[in-house]
């Protein structure tokens, strides 16, 4: 079938039908997913089985250190800046410079 599909493929009068691009797939007999229930294990349950084990394998996330049963806590503010210090960072250099 893929012989005769490659030369057919090739005619003007059948360009439409794509038969170079599907050639690949006559000898194959069905969709790539198609399977015979009574003899093999259904997607669903691959993918159930799976997720089970990613949640069985994967560790909960952590909690960020500022989520503690107390509430957020805050940092105190830090003391302003004489304009006579040199600034620390490219950030603070650039405000110094507006």
Known sequence: MIRTAWPLG????LKHLNLRQWAHML??????????????TPLGA????RAAWHRRHTPPPSRPPSSSPTGP?????????SSASP???AAAR?????
């Open 10 to 13: 090739n005619r003007e009068d």
């Open 27 to 40: 000898g194959f007999r069905g969709h790539f997913s198609t399977k015979t229930r009574a003899c093999s």
């Open 46 to 49: 691959l993918r159930a089985a």
């Open 73 to 81: 806590t805050t940092a105190p503010a830090s003391p302003p800046t």
């Open 87 to 89: 600034p620390s960072s």
């Open 94 to 98: 650039h405000e110094q410079r507006r």
